[in-house]
């Protein structure tokens, strides 16, 4: 199949594209100019998704993988309008083009967006797209992901995941900091589990559902923080400062114990396989390619 993965250079993007691609499938890269630039991230094509010259590259594709727009709640609250307008109208415009053209679009939410009302700006933004989804024409699937981490995000490079952040300290031996409740719960989920569901459900036209991909298994900060320094062999300090977070921030999201997809990795096997790419892939400026403490 021949498929459009928008949001090329970023996390999910690249690394959606480049499992396609190993999996058999043709794989055109959109991005936009001057977008982030993160390790091993490429784009054949170099245009906003809400531009609608961007809907004549859906020509002669089974899918879009529309993974451009604001990730980040941080961002999306300093600017909500820009949030809604990367997170909803790209889709919209994304969508057009999948009408015209035959394609399913795969729209990537957030479990914060099922919930009444969504918590925050980023969420708000989010399900706008899935509402997007819903009323058009097009063949949609809105797939709410949980916390999603592994190869290719890396913090130094504007990731803001909580194992990103967790990983780069620990790898510097620098504090690990986690502000407003430690206990506060995640659903993390390995990334290349979480693509391979999509590609999977994608495959089985699965068209004009709405599917959560989550682990099923609720994880506190603050146990995820001591597993990841455990991998990295750190001493790095882990700090609880307390204080308050902005709405949405210092909430626990715990997906449904029975995982709705199979996922194949525990916790702590994606963790090891994370910490280890990121150690020999991912070096910024003034780290080694090795960190000598790890495993001891």
Avoid at 261 to 267: A, E, V, Y
């Amino acid at each position: 199949m021949k498929v459009l993965v928008t949001g090329a250079t970023g996390f999910l993007g690249s690394r959606a594209a480049r499992l396609f691609e190993e999996n058999g499938h043709e794989v055109v890269r959109l991005a936009r100019p001057g977008g982030a630039e993160r390790v091993g991230a490429t784009a054949h094509v170099w245009r906003d998704a809400g531009d609608p010259a961007a809907r004549e590259l859906i020509a002669g594709c089974g899918a879009v993988l529309h993974f451009a727009g604001i990730p980040d709640p941080a961002r999306a609250r300093e600017d909500p309008a820009r949030a809604v307008r990367e997170n909803a109208g790209t889709a919209l415009n994304l969508l057009e083009g999948c009408l015209e053209h035959g394609a399913g679009l795969v729209y990537p939410s957030t479990l914060r967006a099922a919930l009444d009302p969504p918590p925050d700006p980023y969420a708000q933004s989010k399900r706008l797209g899935e509402e997007a989804c819903r009323l058009h024409e097009a063949p949609t699937l809105v797939v709410r992901l949980t916390s999603v981490y592994g190869p290719g995000q890396v913090a130094w490079e504007g990731a803001t995941g909580a194992i990103a952040s967790f990983a780069a300290r620990a790898l510097a031996d620098e504090p690990i900091v986690i502000a407003g409740d430690p206990e506060r719960s995640r659903d993390f989920v390995y990334v290349d589990d979480g693509l391979a569901a999509i590609e999977g459900l994608v495959a089985e036209g699965r068209w004009n559902e709405t599917v959560l991909i989550a682990s099923g298994r609720s994880t506190p900060l603050r146990t995820a923080a001591e597993l990841v320094r455990d991998e990295a062999g750190s001493s790095s300090p882990i700090e609880t400062p307390g204080g308050e977070l902005p709405a949405g921030e210092n909430e626990s999201y715990r997906a449904a114990p029975e995982a709705p997809l199979p996922l194949n990795l525990s916790l702590e096997e994606g963790i090891h396989r994370y910490v280890d790419w990121l150690t020999n892939h991912a070096t910024r400026p003034g780290m080694t390619r090795s960190n000598p403490t790890r495993g001891r």
